[in-house]
Structure formats: structure tokens, C-alpha cells
């Protein structure tokens, strides 16, 4: 039997029998996916300090406690519905929103909480083996409160599905616990949650770059006519901002440390690896792959699906109500386009380059941490910068994929390109090398890597030095 209490929710789960009975059948079989693909080595004799969603309200936000990974309560929540709320672009601007799916848009929507739906077990895949080098309890808790909400944020899909989109959606929640992130037959649907999370760098990276275009998406899901996917995508936006904080305060601290190494020994930048920090070009390295494998996500520059998504009203764009005209049917977008090795700009209709208008909106996100983290070299009177790549680098999907570009975007023959690769990407040497420094775990409370700044302060008011991770007796 389901309880209701064990499945903390506010879709009224207690007197919805037919999700009871989906769920039935669906949660043993996440509950074995996650022992066999979640956290490798932390499923049994491990307590966590997680949070736990017990409620929408703000009070229900502040739950933490002790937990076996295994036992965390994977909750189904939406915000609070907004009242009277009409469509807020496309054709159908102005009408009342969706409480059931719409026959005619069935498999479009079905498509995008799928493809979305897929992202979050994905995530959890590629990042299960990184507690074994973690820096420290307080990351390592960190890296644990993601993977269990990725996997909340499987059951939001998979909530969307069991409940408006009768056997096909029931079916659907099977194959996104069958799909293995990096697996040859049964791959994830997305190239970034096919590639390998093998050390801190990449993990922080990836929850920098990553996690932001799972914002984005969001976002843009968010304004979606269909009000429980609407409501759904609303409240995981509050779970993605803390995926983001990992990010981008993990990065932050390991340049704070590469800059206290930096000052300590003036002069040769390579003195940073032998006294065990991560130089700058291997963070710009790390920087430049999960950066373009995440602009690959926004999809194509010119979209006519894009365009049906926009016109029908299934997936808006971030922000929709900072907008002015939300039909879009004139407006153009001049869009960069890649011609016989030189860059033309051609006017394009608006509603075909949404995917671009998203990106955009999320490279200035982008542009915005990365500038917060420049800071931290400015602070301490160094002339260092990590930068954005321009958006042509390093793509696989859109018209700039098949060519080649350097990071501001020049571009390259497929020679040039293979000679200079690994003076932009990752190479070999550089994994070998953070593997190096990351051979072994920390867990002692309150000590942390060489390689990584402490956080200014604990988690829920916790001193830097709580046991976040308690090993059984
Ligand atoms: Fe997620
Ligand atoms: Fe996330």
C-alpha cells in the first residue's frame, strides 16, 4: 500500500486512488533504480542531514533532518495555483488555462515532460560515484541533497504523467527508469546526461552550466498553458536555485583557494598544481565544455517545433510577463548565421528562434556568475579572468555544429582544431590530474581538501564542522 504520509504531497494523494494505483506499481521500481544507480556506497550505513519538502509554505521548506539516502520521502508538490490565471502567449493568449491536456497538444506536451522528466534520473547516474573523492562532509552532503531532489523532480514528472496521460504516460514513467545515463542501447535523450560527471570540477561545473539551463527550461515550462505542469515546473525552480548555489560556490571556492596559492607563490602559474590547487586554465577548461555541451540543450537556432511549442502556448519564454507583445506573430529575431566560413546576420520570425531568444536569456545568466566569480580574483589584486566561450564553440547541435570555432569564435579548420583542443577542453592530462588530487575522500567534519576554500558558512545555521554525513556503527 501507498501512504500518503511516507509520499509528503499537496496534490491530495490520500483520496486519488487511480495515482495511488499508478504509484503503486511505479515507486518499487524507482526505490530499486535508485539502489542500483543512486549514490554508490552511501545507500545503507549512512545518515544524511537533508531537506526534506513537506510543504509549499516557506515553514515547509526548512525540514531538515538525519536520513538514510534510501528513506529520504520524495514528495509530490505544485505551487499554490494562481488564481483565474489565463494563457500568457501564442494564439491562444487570454483564454483559461489548462486543468486537463488538450487531445490535439497531447503528444507534444508528453514529449517535452519526457524529455525534461529524463534530465533528473540522468544527473543522479552520472554523479554516483563521486562521494568516494568527495572534499569534504559538507559537499558530500550537498552532492546528496541534488541527487535526492533530481530524483523529487523525476517524481514531478512522473506525477504529470501517471495522472493526465492515461497508459502512454504510465508507460513512459517505466523508460525513464529503464534509460542509463552514457548507456550504448539505452542512452538518455540528452547528449550533456550522457557524458561522464568524474570528478568535483565537473561536478560543480555541471551544476553550474547544467542545472542553469534546467532553470531555463524551467522557466519556460513554468508559463506553460497547461496549469499543473505550470505549477509543478514553479516549485522545482526553488529546488534548482540550491542546485546552482552548489555550483557556483564550489567553483567559487576552489578559485578562492587557487588564489590564496596564486599569491603565496607569485609569479608561475603552474606552481598552482604542484602545491595541489586547480590552475586557471583547468577551470577554464571545465568552464568552456559543460558551458557549450549546456548551450547544445536550448536545441536549434531556427525551430519550427520551437514555433509550434510557442504558438500553441505549451512552452513560453523565461520571463513571458516582461514581455510586451506575447502573440509574437511579426517580430523578427537577427540571428548570426554561419555561411561558407563567414558570419551573415538574417532576419528571422521571432516565434522560430525562441530557442535562441532562451539561450540568450540564459548565456546573461550565465555571464552574471561567471562575472561573480571574477570578483573573487579582483578581491584579492589579481589580474586572472574566467570567461564565457563565444556560443559558436564546441557546439553539437544547431547550425554552428559541424564547423569548428575557437573560444571567441573564429573559426578553424579541423586540423587547427585538433592541434590546439586540449589548450580548451579537458584533456587526458588534466582528468589524470584532478583524479590526483581527489584519489582520496575527506570525512573528517570541519577539514577540506586542499584544493577547495571552506564555505563561508554551514548548512541550515549548522557550524562548517557538522558531521552532515554520520557513518553507522
Ligand atoms: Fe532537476
Ligand atoms: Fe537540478
Redesign the pocket.
Known sequence: MISSERIPNNVGLADNRRLQRALEHWQPKYLEWWHDMGPAGFQEHHQVYLRTVISVDPDGWAHFEMVRLPEYRWGIFLADPVVDRTIGFGDMYGDPVWQEVPGEFRNPLRRLIVTQGDTEPA?VEQQRELGSRCPSLYDLRNLFQ?NV??GR?LWAMVYLLHSYFGKDGRDEAEDLLARRSGNTDRPRILEAFNQPIDNWLDFFMF?MFT?RD?KSQLMSLSESSLDPLSRTTRFMLT??AH?MFVGETGVARIIERTCEILKATPGVAEDVRAKGGIDLPTLQKHLNYWFSLSLDLHGSEVSSNAATYFGNGLKGRAQEEAYEDHRVLDSIYPMAMHEEDRVVTKDVPMRNAMNEVLRDWYVGDCASGVARWNKIFERHGLSDRLRLPDRKFHRGIGMYSGFRFDPDGRPLSEAAWARRRDEWLPSEEDKKFLRSIMAEPIFEPGIFANYIAPPRRGINRMPINFEYVRTEE
Open positions: 544527473s541534488v531532489e533530481e523532480h551544476t542545472d534546467g529546488e534548482e542546485h
